[in-house]
């Protein structure tokens, strides 16, 4: 499967933005997804994923600011992140894995075999 993440941009600290990610392939709905990202000088990390039976994960750091949500029909995994911080500058990536993820959502980056190209999220303070 392949993966295309877009959405990203420039915004001020408290603003809001919704990345997207859409993926090649008819069997979408088999795969759990995941939102990582990776700021300057710091490891990839896990920001948000989902079950392929939806349900989801979040870091500790984006809870109650970042919502993750997937249509199958469109093939599309979104990331709605609001209340956006400084420290919420990254590239973020969208990534895929199948095989046995209905409840259980992958947390980390090993775990998951797909990778889209990453888009650049800038939070202005």
């Known amino acids: 499967v392949q993966l295309q993440a877009s959405g990203g941009g420039l915004v001020q600290a408290g603003g809001s933005l919704r990345l997207s990610c859409v993926a090649s392939?008819?069997?979408?709905?088999?795969?759990?997804m995941g939102w990582f990202r990776q700021a300057p000088g710091k490891e990839r990390e896990f920001v948000a994923g989902i079950s392929t039976g939806g349900w989801t994960s979040y870091a500790d750091s984006v809870k109650g600011r970042f919502t993750i949500s997937r249509d199958n029909a469109k093939r599309m995994v979104y990331l709605q992140m609001n209340s956006l911080k400084p420290e919420d500058s990254a590239v973020y990536y969208c990534?895929?894995?199948?095989?046995?993820?209905?409840?259980?959502?992958?947390?980390?980056?090993?775990?998951?075999?797909?990778w889209g190209q990453g888009t650049q999220v800038t939070v202005s303070s």
């Open positions: 392939g008819r069997t979408f709905s088999s795969y759990a």
């Open positions: 990534a895929a894995v199948t095989g046995g993820y209905y409840i259980t959502v992958p947390r980390g980056d090993d775990q998951y075999v797909y």
